[in-house]
């Protein structure tokens, strides 16, 4: 599995015990539950043109990593949105 940066730094902060690992508690387990159920619902359908080479693409690295290409065009368009993703400029 490839971890991102901040990723690796979390299991490099656990592995040399600067980071332990706690039980939530019932209330705080409400609370991400009721957050993972607002991100999980997508309630808005579209309909999108590709290039075939882009949509091929896609497909392929959709196979590479287990996942439907609606999924990875999905967690694509999230990423961008959040910052996660940038376009290059220059």
Not at 64 to 72: D, F, K, N, R, S
């Amino acid at each position: 599995m490839k971890y991102d940066r901040e990723e690796k730094g979390i299991i490099n902060a656990y592995e040399k015990g600067r980071m332990k690992l706690f039980t939530p508690s019932k209330k705080e387990i409400e609370a991400i539950k009721a957050t993972a159920k607002k991100t999980l619902v997508k309630d808005k359908r579209i309909t999108i043109r590709l290039y075939a080479h882009d949509y091929k693409g896609i497909q392929k690295k959709a196979m590479e990593m287990g996942i439907p290409y609606q999924t990875l065009i999905s967690g694509i368009i999230h990423r961008y949105i959040e910052g996660e993703l940038t376009s290059k400029t220059g």
